[in-house]
């Protein structure tokens, strides 16, 4: 019965729907890509994945496609005869996934409306799907169970702020979640908030955190000094990159680093936005706070970014390689109530991370950059001045941070492996 009331408001919400899906493509600048959300698929591309066993990864967005990464590594490594396809939701997203070797094929994930989803079904041809974190859609779920593809849900979690809502709308959740062959959440508390939403107890396990196993090393000073090149910046300068900011919290950066700026004279800040589609936005509070800058896609090659300027960037799929130049950290979507982002991408390279008090989203994860003191918490915009203030006049601090993160990172690795383990029963 959900089944038929569910289809029955999807055909009254798809013209609202496809308009949207106008609407954002046309204000983010992404491509509409409408027959790919529809479900159909260029022979071109179907070309790609002929002849050859496929295995599905769904991950909405940049941070799910970044977490996917070494699961997505190992599959390739196990599984050479298969062929991988990605699907996204975001532009961003897609961007990102299209830089991975290890993927044979990037799609735009269809609308969970019962043809598009039939369509593409028939043309992926999938073995197994694995659907990153918590995206779950009643008819994909559903049609795949009908076609018996095993359907896995991995890396997922429930944060804080979610949890109530989901309880909310169990009743919607939990025909879906009653489609999936297993359940691979990052925690114990994660098992047990999906349980309550109504996933099957028997299909639920604990695997870990995949972002727990990023890849990670000693930055070199050769390294760090050849990618400060790439990137136009002082090779003897103290690099603060400002990542994945959000509406809001650059005024605070931008307020902080002209006033540290001010101070210390070999300062240096690379601004990186979520979203590069408000890099122009962004400029305009740089040209307000009267802060010299210069875009990542207009650098010329020959012209360095001085101290007490900003390299703004206007690109995505380069947030690593910027943490990996850097001698520190602020992770964005922290001092406004977003949820946070990824602190193990800086510790993942001996950076030490300054971070807000909004890590709703990531709570496993700042218990343990905390607990192992690889990063430093503040709770509002006065305490990030103080904090980077700190870091940038002590190597020494820097280095300790550092190297806790990458200790971190050491010791809480394996959940690759065990989701492999889960996937091996399928395939």
């Not at 043809?115 to 028939?122: A, D, E, G, Q, Y």
Request: with cysteine; charged share 20%.
């Amino acid at each position: 019965m959900f089944f038929v009331a569910y289809n029955i408001l999807s055909i009254f919400l798809l013209v609202p729907l496809i308009l949207f899906n106008i609407y954002r493509g046309i204000r983010l600048g992404w491509p509409l890509a409408t027959a790919e959300r529809f479900g159909f698929i260029p022979q071109r591309l179907r070309a790609k994945i002929a002849g050859r066993p496929v295995i599905w990864l769904h991950a909405v967005s940049v941070g799910e496609i970044i977490a996917a990464r070494p699961l997505l590594k190992a599959l390739r490594n196990r599984y050479p005869g298969h062929a991988i396809v990605v699907s996204n939701t975001t532009e961003t997203g897609k961007s990102t996934a299209a830089g991975f070797s290890e993927i044979d094929l990037c799609l735009y994930f269809p609308f969970d409306f019962l043809p598009s989803v039939w369509t593409i079904l028939r043309s992926v041809k999938p073995c197994i799907i694995i659907i990153m974190e918590t995206e779950i859609w009643p008819n994909f779920c559903r049609e795949a169970a009908r076609k018996n593809i095993p359907l896995l849900l991995a890396n997922g979690r429930i944060s804080d702020r979610s949890f109530p809502r989901y309880l909310k709308f169990s009743w919607f959740f939990r025909p879906a979640l009653r489609c999936f062959s297993a359940i691979c959440m990052q925690s114990e508390v994660g098992r047990l908030r999906i349980a309550a939403i109504g996933a099957d107890s028997e299909t639920i396990r604990v695997t870990g955190n995949l972002k727990n196993d990023i890849p990670s090393h000693q930055v070199s000073e050769e390294e760090r000094w050849e990618l400060r090149s790439q990137y136009s910046l002082p090779k003897d300068c103290c690099v603060l990159t400002a990542g994945s900011t959000r509406d809001g919290e650059e005024q605070y950066v931008i307020s902080a680093y002209k006033e540290l700026s001010a101070q210390i004279s070999n300062l240096v800040l690379v601004l990186v936005p979520r979203h590069p589609v408000r890099a122009g936005e962004i400029a305009a509070l740089l040209d307000a706070a009267g802060v010299r800058y210069h875009r990542r896609t207009t650098l010329p090659d020959d012209r360095l970014v001085q101290p007490g300027e900003v390299l703004l960037v206007d690109t995505v799929g380069e947030m690593m390689n910027l943490y990996t130049l850097s001698d520190i950290a602020f992770v964005g979507g922290s001092l406004v109530p977003i949820g946070g982002h990824n602190l193990l991408e800086p510790a993942s390279v001996g950076v030490p991370s300054v971070f807000g008090p909004h890590m709703a989203n990531f709570r496993e994860i700042e218990a343990l950059v905390l607990h192992y003191g690889a990063g430093i918490q503040i709770h509002t915009p006065e305490e990030l001045i103080v904090s980077c203030r700190a870091l940038i006049t002590s190597a020494e601090l820097r280095s300790v941070l550092g190297q806790n993160g990458l200790k971190l990172l050491r010791d809480n690795g394996g959940a690759t492996e065990r989701h492999m383990e889960v996937i091996a029963g399928y395939l």
